[in-house]
């Protein structure tokens, strides 16, 4: 039967997401994410003129403190804090195009040329 | 006939996927943030974990009933709660 509770093999299943203007907080949240709580820092994704995303991946709790402790470290770089967002079960449809943490992108998405 | 909503004022509810939403706007960062932590306490208490996505001035919440399940008494009731720690802000 199918299930939309989400994956059973990845620790925890919350997803976490902070979306910033600039790879300064980008990075700034990334550290206070995983600082905060017990989450996996699974990517970031350079979206385009500027804005950098990062996610986490773990117990939704722990997801929870760590967006908010993300979000927190952006206020602290400027004006950096563009959205975040935490989706508490994501569909296992949703997994195959989520960053694994061995597959994180070394290089900007989408930058032509690159 | 008026048939009495099924669900708080104030929230919208959607078919597919079942839940219910609702968007706080606050003047500034630290009521959001004051906002965030007094609901990660209420889902901290009864277990429901909803969605969230948020900016500097504004929360949306979208709950989802137990379990991915239909929206149940358990995510109205968290509904409701919601709203009065929104309006403690205001308040």
Same mark, same amino acid.
């Given at each position: 039967?199918? &299930? ?6 990845? +620790? ?7 979306? &910033? *203007?600039?790879? #300064? ?8 994410? &995983?600082?905060?709580?017990?989450? *996996? ?13 990062? !996610? ?5 709790? /722990?997801?929870? =403190? ?14 950096? !804090?563009?959205? =975040? ?15 694994? +943490? ?13 | ?5 099924? @669900? +708080?004022?104030? @929230?919208?509810? #959607?078919?597919? $996927?079942?839940? !219910? ?8 960062? $630290?009521?959001? *943030? /004051?906002?965030?932590? *007094? ?10 974990? +909803? ?7 504004? #929360?949306?919440? &979208? ?5 991915? =399940? ?22």
């Amino acid at each position: 039967m199918a &299930t939309n509770n989400g994956s059973n093999d990845i +620790p925890g299943i919350a997803l976490g997401m902070i979306e &910033t *203007r600039g790879l #300064v907080p980008g990075i700034e949240a990334a550290d206070a994410m &995983t600082k905060a709580s017990e989450v *996996r820092l699974i990517g970031r994704q350079f979206v385009g003129g500027g804005y950098v995303t990062v !996610l986490v991946r773990g117990e939704t709790g /722990a997801v929870n =403190a760590a967006v908010r402790a993300g979000a927190d470290a952006c206020e602290r770089v400027g004006d950096g !804090l563009a959205a =975040a967002h935490i989706i508490a079960r994501p569909h296992s449809e949703v997994e195959g195009i989520l960053p694994s +943490p061995a597959e994180a992108p070394l290089e900007p998405v989408g930058t032509p040329g690159s | 006939m008026t048939a009495e909503p099924r @669900w +708080p004022e104030g @929230w919208t509810e #959607v078919e597919k $996927p079942s839940s !219910l939403y609702r968007r706080f706007e606050f003047a500034a960062y $630290p009521e959001t *943030r /004051a906002f965030l932590d *007094r609901l990660a306490g209420l889902s901290k208490e009864t277990g429901l974990y +909803p969605d969230l996505s948020f900016t500097r001035t504004h #929360v949306n919440v &979208t709950v989802h009933g137990t379990g991915g =399940a239909a929206v149940d008494a358990e995510a109205q009731e968290f509904a409701a709660r919601a709203d009065a720690l929104a309006t403690v802000e205001a308040a």
